[in-house]
Structures are given as C-alpha cells and as structure tokens.
Antibody
Framework: QVQLVQSGPEMKKSGASVKVSCKAS????????ITWVRQAPGQGLEWMGW????????DYAQRVQGRVTMTTDTSRRTAYMELRSLRSDDTAVYYC???????????WGQGTLVTVSS | QSALTQPASVSGSPGQSITISCSGT?????????LSWYQQHPGKAPKLVIY???QRPSGVSNRFSGSMSGNTASLTISGLQAEDEALYYC??????????FGGGTKLTVL
C-alpha cells in the first residue's frame, strides 16, 4: 500500500536548522509531488510548499519562503524539508503527503515533531 | 492570504446528520474549488475524506458527502457515529500554485 514514513522528532535551538525526511513506498515516487504541511500545537494546518520528484520544481508558501528548501532523492524514494533560522513559532508537527490532482493530499506521513527552544 | 472560514465547532447526536461549511473568496474557492476535506483524530495525521468537492476516496464511508455553491463548500456527515468525532479541515487551491486550509471545525458527537 502507499505509505509515507517520516524521520523522528527533533529538538533545536533558535537560529538552528532542521531537516525532516519522508520516505515513500507503494507507488512510483517520481509521478507525484510531495507536499509539506505543518501544525503548531493546538492550531490548524498550514501549507508550506511542494516539490516534484521528477523535475525538482518547487512552490513555497510566502510565510516560509527564503527559509525553506524542499528536495528529493529519487534513488532513495525520499523527500526532505529543511527549515533554517528556526524560531519558537516554528515549533510544530511537520507532515509530508503525496499530492494528487491539483490540490489534494493522500496519504499523509505520521508527522515529525520539531521543537524549537531558546 | 487568509485561511478559509469554517465554524469552530459543530455537534450532533448519533444517527443525526451535520453539515460543516467552508467559505472562501472568488480568488480561491470561487475560482479553483472544488475543495478537499480532511479528518483528523487527536494525535493522528489528517486523512482525506473528500476531494474534487464531492468525490470520496476509496475506503471512505458513503456517509461523507461534499457539495459546493459559489464561494462556499460543505461537508455533510450523515448517520453520525462516535468515531466521526474529530477535527475537520477544508482546503483550496489558490491559483498561484499555493494551497490554503480552513481554520478547522471540531465535531462533537453527543
């Protein structure tokens, strides 16, 4: 079955960087964008961006533009999301998901908690 | 861009039907809907329950249905069950290669 498995929780200091991975299985990795969505504690979902494993084309949300880089390694069937210059309000669960069609996502990874402390 | 507007909470008794609305603007829902809907249980990842405004993914109960009218989309859950208690989010493409989500609606099954 289609599955996305993410890397484990991270604890970082303000100003540091974090890189979260998302390993795909059960489908042709190159054929679908991977999107990243985050959820701060007790808050709603925030779309961060997506990447095409086939072309490496990315689109990022304005709020994280300049601090985020999404990449893929097709040989490892893995997508990565790196966020730099971390701030306390970056504390959130980060999810990857496969993009289907124009704007819907299925399935989702299990989530990776990133905690940023000063 | 502002989030799509959803009610903070809705509730219903087992067996009843409830509807969750999701309002946008002509720049998102009005132009690029159909919408998607996601169900999220506490501590779990979101799960797609409706896409394309009214399409159900394989495995999703036919008690879930979606509809659209102008700049507003709706998710209806009929025959409420205890397992339906969760957070529900709508999302829409914005036309600038971005996506926005609604603020989320907490469904309580009484």
């Amino acid at each position: 079955q289609v599955q996305l498995v993410q890397s484990g929780p991270e604890m970082k200091k303000s100003g540091a960087s974090v890189k979260v991975s998302c390993k795909a299985s059960g489908y042709i990795f190159a054929n679908s964008y991977i999107t990243w969505v985050r959820q701060a504690p007790g808050q709603g979902l925030e779309w961060m961006g997506w990447i095409s494993p086939n072309t490496a084309k990315t689109d990022y949300a304005q709020r994280v533009q300049g601090r985020v880089t999404m990449t893929t390694d097709t040989s490892r069937r893995t997508a990565y999301m790196e966020l730099r210059s971390l701030r306390s309000d970056d504390t959130a669960v980060y999810y990857c998901a496969r993009r289907l069609g124009q704007d819907y996502f299925d399935p989702w990874g299990q989530g990776t908690l990133v905690t940023v402390s000063s | 861009q502002s989030a799509l507007t959803q009610p903070a909470s809705v509730s219903g008794s087992p067996g009843q039907s409830i509807t969750i609305s999701c309002s946008g603007t002509s720049s998102d829902v009005g132009s690029y809907g159909p919408l998607s809907w996601y169900q999220q249980h506490p501590g779990k990842a979101p799960k797609l329950v409706i896409y394309g405004g009214s399409q159900r993914p394989s495995g999703v109960s036919n008690r879930f249905s979606g509809s659209m009218s102008g700049n507003t989309a709706s998710l209806t859950i009929s025959g409420l069950q205890a397992e339906d208690e969760a957070l529900y989010y709508c999302s829409s493409y914005t036309g600038t290669n971005t996506v926005i989500f609604g603020g989320g609606t907490k469904l309580t099954v009484l």
